[in-house]
């Protein structure tokens, strides 16, 4: 179980004669050992904070991401013992799958901050590309000075509203899809068919590993525009042609693709207007 670095405090301030009537008096009598050994991490480096013994055990685990059979080697210890002190005082200790997704996320620090800088800090676009899990990224991410942007990277408008993102890419990645694309689309006739866009861009999303619908946006966006300069954001909202495009199609969900924005701003304006749609 990982604790909340807030959380920590909580379980800080045992001692080893916390333990006198609840283990082993050889157990107790190896912990004071280690205590008093030079050589040791805790007499080097921790003694001197403040910090007893426990709370040294219960941090490196929770934070220095150490199993109890390291520590309990460390300590000259047997593992169960170290389990046993960690259970009577229910200090939470981390599982083999916790400690390894830790180390994880500490090996790859360098690569979660250059992505999240590149994404402009969004944490959405750093989990897809490594596979951590949001409480841990922001958490770890916070750590490190860098606060997620609200809603996954979404910034305002001038008038303070929110705004929605177009997979909110690195120009890099959003310049490879635009040139996979026209890459494709080179030997077609122009109009290219609904239904063969769509093929195309399911192509590339598969290629690069992202999402249709963002593939598919930053296409949209690059045929309006004809460029595309960093990651780009969607028009502002035209009410008239949300209506238009949605009595053209009928459907939400193409509305919504046809006109760069989300189903649910769809819905608002259509519902604004008393639009009936399913």
Request: net charge positive; with cysteine; aromatic share 10%.
């Amino acid at each position: 179980m990982r604790v909340a670095e807030d959380m920590l405090v909580n379980f800080l301030g045992y001692d080893i004669y916390c333990l006198e009537s609840k283990v082993h008096t050889k157990v107790i009598e190896n912990l004071r050992k280690y205590t008093k050994d030079e050589n040791k991490e805790y007499y080097r480096s921790v003694k001197d904070t403040g910090l007893t013994l426990i709370d040294y055990l219960f941090l490196s685990n929770q934070l220095g991401y150490r199993g109890t059979t390291k520590l309990a080697k460390e300590l000259g210890i047997a593992q169960i013992s170290l389990r046993n002190i960690f259970d009577d005082l229910s200090l939470p200790r981390l599982t083999t799958s916790e400690i390894k997704y830790g180390l994880g996320l500490e090996w790859n620090l360098t690569t979660i901050l250059s992505i999240h800088e590149e994404a402009g800090g969004n944490v959405s676009e750093v989990m897809r590309r490594t596979n951590y899990q949001h409480h841990s990224l922001t958490q770890k991410l916070r750590e490190h000075g860098r606060e997620p942007l609200p809603r996954s990277g979404a910034r305002l408008r001038f008038d303070g509203s929110r705004q929605a993102h177009i997979g909110y890419l690195s120009y890099d990645e959003s310049q490879r899809i635009i040139d996979d694309y026209s890459q494709l689309i080179r030997n077609y006739e122009k109009p290219i068919e609904f239904q063969e866009k769509r093929r195309l861009i399911r192509i590339i999303a598969t290629r690069m590993n992202h999402r249709v619908e963002t593939v598919e946006r930053y296409v949209l966006c690059w045929e309006r525009h004809g460029h595309i300069n960093g990651p780009i954001f969607p028009v502002e909202q035209d009410e008239g042609e949300i209506l238009s495009v949605f009595a053209e199609t009928g459907n939400k969900a193409e509305t919504a693709r046809r006109t760069l924005r989300t189903a649910t701003t769809v819905s608002k304006v259509l519902k604004k207007y008393n639009f009936k749609f399913h």
